[in-house]
């Protein structure tokens, strides 16, 4: 039987539903694609009002310390000056779970950070791991839809996870994460937070750099192997989020090493990785951790739903002097974020307590909506221009008017054809995770062998071979254990 042409959701057939529409094989994605606006808008409305991924988390009030000023990279006001704190509210969370899921499910985790800074809030949305799955976002709704519930059961579906992973093999060097001893950790407080996407910044000479954001736990890195998380998702589903409240109730406040890795602007046109490739790192040999603040976490939330449930992080939240870069997934979160919040909570959804800046105070033209008028205890909520009677610029009413001295410097690019570039000739998608692979002992490789058999055994055989195909193109050793490891389950 013929299978069904794929279509948008009026009836139109897609040709490709592999690629997004960018300008040349490496650069940005275009408004212009209109199916992949279509296919994130309405994955974003998909379920309510809980977070589609990140559903379940945990949050928590503290400070960033900046111990490097940075002023040589970045006009940032809360990165210049050695000393200088800045209030944070930081949430983690599982991702595929739902809000009533176990904390220690195998499944990577949401490390995002809210900056209250002087110029306005910057978050740094990222996870525990610093790579994902994918490298284009038109396949992220299809991955997340892998990790949900089965449409007719109702129950996970590792036949669905599995076969989306062999399909695609740019997520191998996650998968190898995600499985490996590190695939569970321990507590919040016991794991390492990531940017992951590259990121821009810039200083007052106009100099551009390309920079990950790492941070590095202090309390130093505990998980739980696959026999210990199942037996704590049966014994206290969650745990996570009780070790975070009671350890800052305690005064043992966790803390983490921020770091960055920098990246002239001119020096990736040439590096041998692609640099905004969201599955590949920029090896420490290359770009070495630059140690420059710390990141304390010192006071728990008064009301949960008011401050970890809608708190509501965007990597389009950006300051002068961080800006973006051409990395894929980047720019569609950068529209994504925003639009799932809006649903989620409201188009005023910044004028809430725990997303209201600070230090800084909002004036836009923005009216009306869902909560209009919220007076926020930082400010003055909906109409903030200064003005009641305008809500339009410009005008005569001295309104607010725009700066010209934050603006970034232009990113040239050369731009090729706009076309759905397919990422997948070009792409290397084992060399990295054989690497991973090969850094191991015996002892951690057995555990990956052991924590992928379980759950790839209860897939089909078709789905077996090609992942057991992409195992040996990691590495011949890596593709043999886990076939051993199928062969006595």
Not at 165 to 187: C, D, K, M, Y
Not at 356 to 375: C, L
Not at 455 to 483: H, I, N, W
Request: charged share 20%; proline share 7%; with cysteine.
């Amino acid at each position: 039987m013929a299978r069904k042409i794929l279509t948008t959701s009026s009836g139109a057939p897609v040709v490709d539903d592999q690629n997004s529409v960018t300008a040349g094989p490496r650069g940005p994605l275009l408004i212009q694609d209109w199916q992949l606006i279509e296919k994130l808008a309405h994955f974003n409305r998909e379920r309510i009002p809980e977070r589609i991924v990140h559903a379940k988390g945990s949050g928590a009030h503290g400070t960033f310390t900046l111990t490097r000023d940075l002023s040589d990279y970045t006009i940032a006001d809360h990165l210049n000056g050695k000393g200088k704190q800045t209030e944070v509210f930081a949430r983690f969370s599982t991702v595929g779970g739902e809000m009533g899921s176990a904390d220690a499910e195998r499944d990577p985790r949401g490390f995002a950070v809210k900056l209250y800074t002087r110029q306005g809030n910057h978050d740094i949305v990222g996870n525990n791991t610093p790579v994902f799955f994918l490298r284009d976002p038109s396949k992220f709704p299809d991955f997340i839809h892998t990790q949900k519930r089965n449409p007719v059961t109702n129950c996970k579906d590792p036949e669905a996870m599995w076969d989306f992973w062999s399909l695609n093999p740019q997520s191998i060097h996650q998968v190898t994460i995600l499985f490996s001893e590190r695939g569970v950790p321990a507590t919040y407080r016991h794991m390492n937070g990531y940017s992951s996407h590259t990121y821009s910044m810039w200083n007052k000479k106009g100099e551009r750099f390309w920079v990950k954001w790492h941070f590095k736990t202090r309390q130093g890195i505990q998980c739980l192997t696959q026999a210990e998380s199942r037996r704590v998702c049966g014994v206290d589903p969650d745990h996570a989020q009780r070790d975070l409240v009671e350890a800052i109730e305690s005064g043992n406040h966790p803390r983490w090493t921020v770091n960055l890795q920098i990246m002239a602007e001119v020096e990736a046109e040439s590096y041998h990785i692609h640099p905004f490739d969201l599955t590949k790192v920029w090896p420490h040999g290359d770009y070495p951790l630059l140690d420059i603040g710390v990141l304390e976490l010192n006071r728990n939330v008064e009301n949960y739903f008011a401050e970890t449930e809608q708190a509501a992080f965007s990597p389009s939240n950006l300051v002068p002097g961080i800006g973006v870069s051409p990395d894929k997934m980047l720019q569609a979160r950068l529209f994504a974020y925003q639009d799932a919040h809006r649903y989620r909570i409201g188009a005023n959804y910044n004028d809430l307590p725990v997303n209201y800046p600070r230090s800084a105070q909002p004036a836009n033209y923005q009216r009306g909506g869902v909560m209009a008028g919220t007076r926020c205890p930082f400010g003055n909520g909906n109409n903030l221009s200064g003005s009641a009677e305008v809500n339009y610029g410009p005008n005569s009413n001295d309104g607010p008017v725009e700066h010209s001295a934050f603006k970034e410097p232009p990113m040239p690019f050369a731009a090729g054809v706009i076309d759905r570039h397919d990422h997948r000739p070009e792409a290397d998608d084992y060399t990295q995770a054989g690497a991973l692979f090969r850094l191991m002992n015996a002892d951690q490789k057995q555990q990956l062998a052991d924590n992928i058999a379980g759950s790839l055994a209860g897939t089909s055989k078709p789905v077996r071979e090609r992942m057991l195909s992409q195992f040996d193109q990691c590495d011949p050793e890596y593709g043999r254990m886990v076939k051993e490891a199928l062969a006595i389950r």
